[in-house]
């Protein structure tokens, strides 16, 4: 089920979100009645964003190793064609 809290529980019921998020679901926070943030345990954030410095190594790799640049137009649209497929 979907956590969704507002910010003061964050402070006030910091042990019962730290179980929510260490059994692996995020919790959304709410500031007014409109979305924040999002807590995620340190799995979870790790294993949305490792692979980033990955590809980033790679791609400044691919860079050196050509003159060929692409504008962001193209970058784009690869990563939403590539997206889309999945």
Known sequence: MI???PVPDLKNKFPEIENI???GQPVY???NGYGSMVILS???Y???TDN???KLDEADKQ???TDERLSHQAVFANARRTAHAK
């Open 3 to 5: 956590q969704i809290r």
């Open 21 to 23: 998020v260490n059994d």
């Open 29 to 31: 926070l709410t500031k």
């Open 42 to 44: 340190l799995e979870q």
């Open 46 to 48: 790790s294993a949305l």
């Open 52 to 54: 980033i410095e990955t």
């Open 63 to 65: 860079a050196a190793s």
